[in-house]
């Protein structure tokens, strides 16, 4: 883990998308979910099965193992929240796995981290619902659906 691995979502970003059921990564304050689990009280949200609207910000140096979670959670919807990296290897599969995601317009400054925040962010939504709710939250934005994929390796195309 790294010292940015811990930063915390502002209230002003989940708060605008309604009720949230789990914070499958909570830190031991963070009250984002119904049920928040936390890695310092032993639960495991790599482990634990995910249920109801989920929101997930994961440890960015662990990102790899979060988004396979996420991919087989998305059944009961949730958003995933990454650094906006449109060229990384886990983003294109990510997109085409995503029912659509969406471009923060602005910078989040994350609790804890420094006050200017060079990175921007996006919203994976997995499930008809979060689509809507990003729709409706007011947060600055765009909506992209990612009509076709091809691998880098030109294995997979979609
Ligand atoms: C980037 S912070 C986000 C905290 C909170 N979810 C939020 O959005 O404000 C990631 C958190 O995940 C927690 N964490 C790391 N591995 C975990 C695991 N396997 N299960 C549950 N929580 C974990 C860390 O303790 C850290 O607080």
């Given at each position: 883990m790294r010292d940015n691995d811990n930063l915390e979502t502002p209230e002003w970003v989940w708060r605008a998308?309604?009720?949230?059921?789990?914070?499958?990564c909570a830190g031991l304050?963070?009250?984002?979910?119904?049920v928040n689990w936390c890695i310092d009280r032993g639960e495991d949200g790599l482990k634990k099965p995910w249920r109801g609207m989920w929101f997930c910000n994961p440890p960015f140096s662990q990102k790899e193992k979060w988004i396979e979670k996420a991919i087989s959670s998305c059944g009961v919807g949730g958003i995933l929240l990454l650094p906006e990296?449109?060229?990384?290897?886990?983003?294109g599969p990510l997109a085409e796995k995503s029912n659509a995601y969406w471009v923060m317009g602005k910078r989040i400054n994350f609790?804890?981290?420094?006050?200017?925040?060079n990175v921007g962010t996006v919203l994976f939504l997995f499930g008809g619902e979060c689509v809507t709710r990003v729709g409706n939250s007011g947060l600055p934005g765009h909506l992209c659906l990612c009509l076709s994929y091809r691998s880098r390796d030109n294995s997979e195309v979609k």
């Amino acid at each position: 883990m790294r010292d940015n691995d811990n930063l915390e979502t502002p209230e002003w970003v989940w708060r605008a998308l309604g009720p949230i059921q789990l914070d499958p990564c909570a830190g031991l304050n963070t009250r984002i979910g119904k049920v928040n689990w936390c890695i310092d009280r032993g639960e495991d949200g790599l482990k634990k099965p995910w249920r109801g609207m989920w929101f997930c910000n994961p440890p960015f140096s662990q990102k790899e193992k979060w988004i396979e979670k996420a991919i087989s959670s998305c059944g009961v919807g949730g958003i995933l929240l990454l650094p906006e990296r449109g060229s990384a290897p886990w983003f294109g599969p990510l997109a085409e796995k995503s029912n659509a995601y969406w471009v923060m317009g602005k910078r989040i400054n994350f609790v804890g981290g420094p006050s200017s925040n060079n990175v921007g962010t996006v919203l994976f939504l997995f499930g008809g619902e979060c689509v809507t709710r990003v729709g409706n939250s007011g947060l600055p934005g765009h909506l992209c659906l990612c009509l076709s994929y091809r691998s880098r390796d030109n294995s997979e195309v979609k």
